[in-house]
C-alpha cells in the first residue's frame, strides 16, 4: 500500500457566494463572528428539480442551442459553447440565490475522441474534464457546478484532431446560497454500502435481470448494506428527501441488446423518455444519480427498458431536511472550477499504476480545515465531489475501482468498471476518514486513475 499526500491551492465558491483560495498547510486565522455557521442559512443547501433538459446541440429549440459542437486543435484551444443555466429547468434566474448547479452532460455520437471541460463562463477551463468519450460513443455525467458571467456556463470539447460532438444538458437540481429565504436539504455522506444488486439472492430471490420495460421497487429509507453489513446505512426517517447513489448496469447477458435504466422516484404511469444508464450489448457501466425520494413507501424505482440486464446500486449520501441553521454537517461549497487533485499519470504523483487487489491512500490532512472565506476557516469538510476516471488499463480483462475512507471496510461497492483501451469517467461522492484520508481499490490489472475536485461537503 502506497500513501501520497496531496498539496496545492483551491479556489473555491463559498456558502456565503464569495470567492475565496484555500492554500494547503498555510496558517489561517480563528473564525469571526461575521462568517460564523449561524448566518449560513439556506447555504450549501440542495434543492432538487424534477430532471428536465436545458440544453440541446441537436434541437435549435433548447436554449438557442447552436448545432453540434466543433473542436479544434488549432492554437490548443477547443470547440466551446456557453450554456444559460439561471432561470430555466427551475433554477433561479437571481445569481445571488443559486451556489451551485447538479447538471447532468452527455456528449452525444462524437467524431473522435476525446475529453470535456465545464467551466463557469469567464473563468478558465483548467486542465480538468468531467467526462471521456471515445468517437461514437454516448457518455454521460452528473456534475456540480458554479455558474459564471451571464448565468452561464462554458462546455469544451478537446479532441487530438479536428472533429464535432453533440451536447445536452439536463438539470437535476441546484444548491442555495445563504441569502435564498427557503431551506433545502443537506447532503449526508456515507461509506460505500451494497443496498441491491439483481444478481444477489439476499436482494433478490429469484437473481434474474430486470426484464424489458421492468421496474424494480429498491428501499432507501431505512435501507440496509451488504458486505459490509450496515443496519441502517440510510435512516429511516420522513427528512430524507433524497438519495445519492452510484447504480451500475450489468448488460452481459447471453444475447444482450443495446438498452438504458432509470432511476425514478416514482412508479412510471408511462413511457420513460429519461435515463441515467445507456447501456450497449454487453457493457457494464454506473453512473451516480441524485433522485428524490417522495413516496410513502421511502423507496425508488429502477426501470429498464430493453432486454434483460441486472443492476446493483450502492449508496454513498443521503439529502436530510429540516436541520438546524446554525450548524455546518451536510453544507456543499463549490470550487469556482473543478480542480484536479490527483493523476497517477503524472510524475509529479509517481506515475504509477495501481496493481490488482490493490489500495493506496490518499491523504488531505492539509487541505480540511484549511478552507477559508475571507481569510477565515469555514469549517473542516466530511466528503469530497469529483469526477473519477479510470484510465490505461494493462489487463485483457476487465476491472472495477472503488474510492471510500481511508479509515473502513473496503466494501462490495464500486464507482468505475474499466475495460482495456477504455477511458471511463463517473462523479463521485467520497467521505473522508478520520485521518482525512481515502482510499483506492482496483480489482483487476494495472490502472492509471485521476479525481478532478468540483465541490466538498462541510463537517461540523
Known sequence: MRDRTRRGAWAIGAV???LVTVSVGTSVGPITAAHAATGLGAGGEYHPLAPIRIYDTRAPGINTAPGAITTSIAGGTGGTADVMVLGLGGVPADASSVLAVAVSITVVNPSRQGYLQVSPTGSAAGTSSVLNYEAGQNVPNLSVLTVGTGGKITVKLVTTAPGTADVLVDVFGW???SSFATSGAR?????????YDSRDAAFNPSTA????RTTVKVPIRGADALNPNVTDIVPNSPDVV???????????QAGSVGTFVSVLPEDPSGDVTTSN?????GQVKANLVIVPVTNADGAIRIYNNTGNTHVAVDVVGYMLANQDPSTRLGRVVPLTAPFRAFDTRDPNFGNVQLGPAQAETWSFSQFVGSVTL???PVGNQIALIGNLTGTGLTSTGATYFTLYPDDATKPNASNINVTQGANVPNMAVVKLGADDGIKAYNNGGYIHYLFDVSAVVLDN
Do not use: C, K, W, Y
Open 277 to 281: 444508464l445507456n447501456l450497449a450489448a
Open 374 to 376: 475571507a481569510g477565515t
Open 175 to 177: 444548491f442555495s446560497t
Open 16 to 18: 456565503l457566494a464569495s
Open 242 to 252: 433524497g438519495v445519492v447513489l452510484n447504480v451500475t448496469g450489468i448488460n452481459d
Open 187 to 195: 447532503l449526508i455522506p456515507v461509506a460505500p454500502g451494497r443496498i
Open 209 to 212: 435481470p430486470l426484464g424489458q
